[in-house]
């Protein structure tokens, strides 16, 4: 089983899956790959499990079509609960980061430890939190392993599909085109 991190602003997305925004149909397109997909699985961890259930501002909570997608995979085992704090290693590299860079990455840090403490993978559009840790890579070397991709990536559910198996193009040490 190779685990996955799915962001909350990807689950969140998808509830517009019907509507004409190219985010929520991707983001809604990826979650149904995650869960056709019988060796993925999601990753998470207590931070990420209480944005799920929290409401946003004019964003609400996740989908009812996420929740259905997740209540699945719990039940069929698919769910693990992985770290919630970020190492030693972790938080110096964190630490080490310009002002805004370390705000942009302690905003998406429990995605990190979660990968970190799994199989390494996100799904998440956040471009800014991606190029805080990619910056964060020199000071610890196991952020090269990420694997990064946005549900709007152009081949992100032909990954998914395959199983997000391991592709230098997702890595954090590619530049994204997204």
């Known amino acids: 089983m190779t685990y996955l991190v799915v962001d909350a602003q990807v689950q969140r997305e998808a509830a517009a899956h019907d509507a004409a925004s190219p985010n929520a149909l991707a983001c809604a397109l990826a979650l149904q790959a995650i869960a056709a997909h019988d060796g993925l699985g999601l990753a998470v961890n ?44 972790l938080a110096r590299a964190v630490n080490g980061l310009d002002q805004n860079e370390k705000a942009m990455a302690e905003k998406d840090l429990h995605l990190v430890v979660a990968a970190l403490a799994s199989d390494n993978r996100i799904l998440s559009h956040e471009k800014r939190a991606r190029r805080a840790f990619r910056k964060a890579m020199d000071a610890d070397a ?37």
Not at 57 to 85: C, H, K, Q, W, Y
């Open 46 to 89: 207590t931070r990420l499990l209480q944005e799920y259930g929290r409401a946003e501002p004019n964003r609400g909570f996740i989908s009812e079509f996420a929740a259905d997608v997740l209540a699945e995979m719990n039940t069929g085992d698919r769910v693990r609960a992985f770290a919630d704090e970020p190492d030693a290693p």
């Open 142 to 178: 196991r952020l090269q392993a990420m694997r990064w991709i946005s549900p709007a990536e152009p081949n992100c559910n032909a990954w998914l599909t395959d199983g997000a198996p391991d592709k230098p193009a997702y890595q954090l040490t590619h530049d994204p085109r997204w």
